[in-house]
C-alpha cells in the first residue's frame, strides 16, 4: 500500500529516547496513511537491535517499520537523503529520535503544508521536556547587521515586537504562523516535491550545518519555509552530541559547520562582513573574560577558526562562490 506520509527517524544510540520516540507516533499518529523509515548509523547500545524487532514485528501491518543500518556513522544529512531514496510518500517528515510528537501535532502540519502548494516544508513549534519553549526559527543566510545588533545587546533597545519580527531567534516568542529562512532539523515536514526539484541534505556536512544550506537552498528554489505554532512536538536536544563530544569540542564542531556553511552557500562580499562581525565580537568577549579572571578557552578557539577562515577568504583561498 502506498503510504501518504513517511517518518524518517535517525538513529545513533537513542536508548529510551528512541523508544519513547516511537510511542508517541503511535499515540499521535496522522489521520493519513504512514510508515516509519528509520537509518541506524552504528549504534552500540542495543537500539538498532530494538529496531530489528520493531521492523520484523510491524512488516505485514498497514504501518510498517523499515530500517536502514549503516555500518559507519553516515551523519545526520546522508542518513536522511538514504531515506528519502527508498520513500515513496508525498510528505516526508523528519524526525528526530530525541523528539516526541504531542497530539494532533502532525495533522496540524499536514494541514499547513497543503493550504498552499507554494510551502515547501513546515515546522512545529518545539518545547524543552519542562514545557519552556526551545528555539527552532532563524533568519537564513546569516547577515552581519543582525549578528551586531544581537551580540552588542543593541537589540535591547529595539520595541520587543520589532525585535523579534527583526531577529527571530531568541529575540521571537514563537507565537504565530510566518514564513521564515530557517526552520530546526528536529522535526520537519517536507514536501517530496521539494527534495526532487532542490535535492536532499549537503553530504559534506557531517554534523551541524546541513540544516542551514539545506533551508536556504529550499528558499532561493522559491519554495516557502512556515513555521505553524500549533503543532507542538516535545525536543530533548543535544542526546547524541553530549554522547559524542565534550561542550567545548561541540562548540568547535558547529563553528567549523557554521564556517562551511558561509562558504559554500553565500557571496564572497557577504562571507566578510559576517566574519569581521563575528571576529570583533569574539575579540570583545575575550578581552571581558580576561578582564572579569574568567576562563577565555572556549573563545578563544572559536576566535581562531574565525581569524583561520577570514584570512583565507581575503587572500583568496576560500571555496566560497559567488551567488
Same mark, same amino acid.
Not at 520513500?87 to 502540519?109: I, K, M, Q, V, Y
Not at 564572497?268 to 569581521?276: A, D, F, P, S
Given at each position: 500500500?502506498?503510504?501518504?506520509?513517511?517518518?524518517?527517524?535517525?538513529?545513533?544510540?537513542?536508548?529510551?529516547?528512541?523508544?519513547?520516540?516511537?510511542?508517541?507516533?503511535?499515540?499521535?499518529?496522522?489521520?493519513?496513511?504512514?510508515?516509519?523509515?528509520?537509518?541506524?548509523? /552504528?549504534?552500540?547500545?542495543?537500539?538498532?537491535?530494538?529496531?530489528?524487532?520493531?521492523?520484523?514485528?510491524?512488516?505485514?501491518?498497514?504501518?510498517?517499520?523499515?530500517?536502514?543500518?549503516?555500518?559507519?556513522? /553516515?551523519?545526520? !544529512? /546522508?542518513?536522511?537523503?538514504?531515506?528519502?531514496?527508498?520513500?515513496?510518500?508525498?510528505?516526508?517528515?523528519?524526525?528526530?529520535?530525541?523528539?516526541?510528537?504531542?497530539?494532533?501535532?502532525?495533522?496540524?502540519?499536514?494541514?499547513?503544508?497543503?493550504?498552499?502548494?507554494?510551502?515547501?516544508?513546515?515546522?512545529?513549534? %518545539?518545547?524543552?521536556?519542562?514545557?519552556?519553549?526551545?528555539?527552532?526559527?532563524?533568519?537564513?543566510?546569516?547577515?552581519?547587521? /543582525?549578528?551586531? @545588533?544581537?551580540?552588542?545587546?543593541?537589540?535591547?533597545? @529595539?520595541?520587543?515586537?520589532?525585535?523579534?519580527?527583526?531577529?527571530?531567534?531568541?529575540?521571537?516568542?514563537?507565537?504565530?504562523?510566518?514564513?521564515?529562512? =530557517?526552520?530546526?532539523?528536529?522535526?520537519?515536514?517536507?514536501?517530496?516535491?521539494?527534495?526532487?526539484?532542490?535535492?536532499?541534505?549537503?553530504?559534506?556536512?557531517? =554534523?551541524? !550545518?546541513?540544516?542551514?544550506?539545506?533551508?536556504?537552498?529550499?528558499?532561493?528554489?522559491?519554495?516557502?519555509?512556515?513555521?505553524?505554532?500549533?503543532?507542538?512536538?516535545?525536543?530533548?536536544? !543535544?542526546?547524541?552530541?553530549?554522547?559524542?563530544?565534550?561542550?567545548?569540542?561541540?562548540?568547535?564542531?558547529?563553528?567549523?559547520?557554521?564556517?562551511?556553511?558561509?562558504?559554500?552557500?553565500?557571496?564572497?562580499?557577504?562571507?566578510?562582513?559576517? %566574519?569581521?562581525?563575528?571576529? !570583533?565580537?569574539?575579540?570583545?568577549?575575550? =578581552?571581558?573574560?580576561?578582564?572579569?579572571?574568567?576562563?577565555?578557552?572556549?573563545?578563544?578557539?572559536?576566535?581562531?577558526?574565525?581569524?583561520?577562515?577570514?584570512?583565507?577568504?581575503?587572500?583568496?583561498?576560500?571555496?566560497?562562490?559567488?551567488?
Amino acid at each position: 500500500m502506498s503510504q501518504t506520509l513517511s517518518f524518517i527517524v535517525v538513529n545513533w544510540n537513542g536508548g529510551e529516547l528512541l523508544k519513547r520516540c516511537f510511542e508517541s507516533i503511535a499515540r499521535h499518529p496522522p489521520s493519513t496513511q504512514w510508515d516509519i523509515i528509520a537509518v541506524d548509523n /552504528a549504534s552500540t547500545d542495543g537500539s538498532r537491535e530494538w529496531l530489528h524487532q520493531r521492523a520484523d514485528a510491524t512488516r505485514l501491518t498497514t504501518n510498517p517499520v523499515h530500517l536502514i543500518e549503516n555500518a559507519t556513522n /553516515a551523519g545526520f !544529512g /546522508a542518513a536522511n537523503n538514504q531515506a528519502f531514496e527508498i520513500s515513496r510518500a508525498h510528505f516526508l517528515f523528519l524526525l528526530n529520535a530525541d523528539a516526541e510528537l504531542t497530539a494532533g501535532s502532525c495533522d496540524t502540519l499536514i494541514k499547513t503544508l497543503s493550504s498552499d502548494a507554494r510551502i515547501g516544508a513546515c515546522g512545529p513549534r %518545539l518545547l524543552n521536556p519542562d514545557g519552556s519553549l526551545q528555539i527552532s526559527v532563524w533568519r537564513n543566510p546569516p547577515t552581519a547587521w /543582525a549578528t551586531l @545588533l544581537s551580540g552588542l545587546r543593541l537589540a535591547s533597545l @529595539l520595541p520587543p515586537r520589532l525585535r523579534g519580527e527583526l531577529l527571530l531567534a531568541e529575540h521571537w516568542k514563537h507565537d504565530r504562523r510566518r514564513d521564515v529562512g =530557517m526552520l530546526g532539523g528536529a522535526a520537519l515536514l517536507v514536501r517530496r516535491e521539494v527534495i526532487e526539484e532542490v535535492g536532499g541534505f549537503d553530504e559534506r556536512f557531517h =554534523m551541524y !550545518g546541513e540544516d542551514n544550506e539545506w533551508c536556504l537552498r529550499i528558499t532561493r528554489a522559491g519554495w516557502r519555509l512556515v513555521f505553524e505554532p500549533e503543532a507542538v512536538v516535545i525536543h530533548q536536544g !543535544g542526546h547524541s552530541s553530549l554522547q559524542r563530544w565534550t561542550d567545548v569540542e561541540k562548540v568547535q564542531l558547529q563553528t567549523k559547520a557554521y564556517l562551511e556553511f558561509l562558504n559554500r552557500a553565500v557571496p564572497r562580499h557577504k562571507v566578510v562582513t559576517n %566574519l569581521l562581525a563575528s571576529t !570583533g565580537l569574539l575579540t570583545i568577549q575575550r =578581552m571581558l573574560r580576561r578582564i572579569r579572571n574568567r576562563p577565555a578557552n572556549e573563545v578563544d578557539s572559536v576566535l581562531k577558526l574565525h581569524f583561520q577562515d577570514l584570512r583565507r577568504v581575503l587572500t583568496g583561498r576560500t571555496n566560497s562562490r559567488e551567488n
